[in-house]
């Protein structure tokens, strides 16, 4: 988690510096977004593997991640998301899609600023979520 706020702070910093009209400070901001989404599904990841030793190849795994994340399992781990931190992942997934594969595009400050809310919320959504997976799982072991 100290990773995701490392980057949350940097979104903040770039976010303090936005000008719309700005290509390099869209473009860090982007990044910034394309960054804590690669951070949290690590995340996902290493929980997805500590817990079920399975974590699948094809091409939709990134979606699947997201989606197995938001179950829980019985007599393994509670839910780790939310649906509401799960629909914001969501998002910034296809996002992270778009700024991976941009063909050229450019960065359009609206299509940005959609995105940027998202991943401004997404911290606080985070930390609520693994505080309480914390408790479930802590409750589930007495």
Known sequence: MNHIQRIHQKLLDRVAKLAVDDDVILESIAYQIHNLYCATEDLLKIVASCFENN???SSQWHSLLLQRMTIEIPDIRPAFLSYNTHAILNNLR??????????GATIEYEQLKINLDKALKLKENLETDIHQFLLRLDNENH
Do not use: K, V
């Open 55 to 57: 974590i699948s190849n």
């Open 94 to 103: 296809g996002f992270r899609h778009f700024f991976h594969h941009p063909y």
